[in-house]
């Protein structure tokens, strides 16, 4: 099987890197590396250093490049770019598909899967969610700091037994990776924990402890879930009747000083996913005919 890493990122360096490394020299598997850059210059000369909780690995690809065409067909793509970059990356990975190549993106946000379908010419498209926090620390360097380090995948139709042996790959490159038949359940109690606390953090820049210790900014907290919960049932999704309390007492658990990586990001002035987290619910409410004016203050303060 040949496997594509689009993105070389926190999450496609740790995930992808965690597949590289376990099937290097294989006669059976390759894996190539698509990235940019200095990051890319970098894997080329020395390999990607992969910090873990676990240990340092030092990975080498198959290949390593910035150009998809140069990789030819495979067989699995995982995309792991920035949600603000999926359109430009989609646009660009076509010479990585064959009829049957599996996409498997695994960035934040419930549509990613719907937008991919909209732009690939060929390819079938799953949904993916990843709960990990890792970043690049410097070129050919992805640091990996926390988070489970699960990964959840399956189809949207619910079919999903045909991957099976996809999901025996990733725990044979010990991935915590499980398909389920309910992908759409992972991925809006994702969206319904993240989303609000990237959102407040980074408006009232506050880190997770101060913004629960305020009155006001858990309510908000709150009302967003809320919210995104009202969403949810009306597009189908049956989360678990108890999410939002389920969501409050997991970010309770967070240590005091924790910043969403929106939030430092907006510190910073870089570009966000403000559009992906606040936005998504903004745009699905207005569709669905269902109130979110919590969202819709939130958008508009952010968007400033």
Same mark, same amino acid.
């Given at each position: 099987m040949k496997i594509a890493v689009v993105g070389l990122g %926190? =999450? %496609?360096? #740790?995930?992808g890197g965690k597949v590289a490394l376990k099937y290097a020299g294989s006669a059976e598997h390759r894996v190539v590396f698509i990235a940019r850059g200095s990051h890319l210059a970098a894997i080329r000369k020395g390999g990607l250093l992969l910090k873990t909780v676990e240990g340092e690995f030092r =990975?080498?690809? !198959?290949l390593a490049t910035d150009d998809p065409a140069a990789a030819g067909p495979c067989d699995l793509v995982l995309v792991c770019v920035k949600e603000y970059a999926l359109e430009e990356a989609a646009a660009e990975i076509a010479p990585l598909l064959h009829a049957e190549t599996v996409v498997l993106p695994l960035l934040n946000g419930v549509d990613i899967a719907e937008r991919l379908r909209a732009i690939l010419p060929r390819g079938v498209v799953l949904s993916g969610c990843v709960y990990i926090s890792a970043f690049i620390e410097a070129p050919g360097v992805v640091h990996q700091v926390g988070g489970t380090c699960q990964l959840f995948f !399956?189809?949207?139709d619910g079919r999903a037994e045909a991957f099976r042996p996809l999901e025996a790959?990733?725990?044979?490159?010990g991935i915590k990776a499980e398909l389920t038949d309910r992908i759409g359940v992972h991925l809006w109690?994702? #969206?319904?924990?993240v989303s609000p606390m990237? !959102? =407040?953090?980074?408006?009232?820049?506050?880190p997770f402890g101060a913004v629960m210790a305020d009155e006001k900014g858990k309510a908000m907290v709150r009302g967003l879930m809320e919210e995104i919960g009202r969403l949810a049932q009306a597009g189908g999704i049956a989360l678990p009747g108890d999410s939002v309390e389920t969501a409050l007492v997991k970010v309770a658990r967070f240590p005091y000083e924790t910043k969403s990586s929106m939030q430092l990001d907006y510190e910073k002035g870089r570009r966000t996913e403000v559009d992906l987290f606040i936005g998504y619910a903004v745009r699905a409410g207005r569709a669905l005919g269902i109130p979110v004016p919590l969202h819709e203050e939130l958008y508009a303060a952010l968007k400033k």
């Open positions: %926190g =999450v %496609g360096g #740790y995930f =990975v080498i690809p !198959g !399956g189809p949207d790959l990733l725990k044979d490159a109690t994702k #969206y319904l924990f990237a !959102g =407040v953090t980074s408006l009232l820049a506050k």
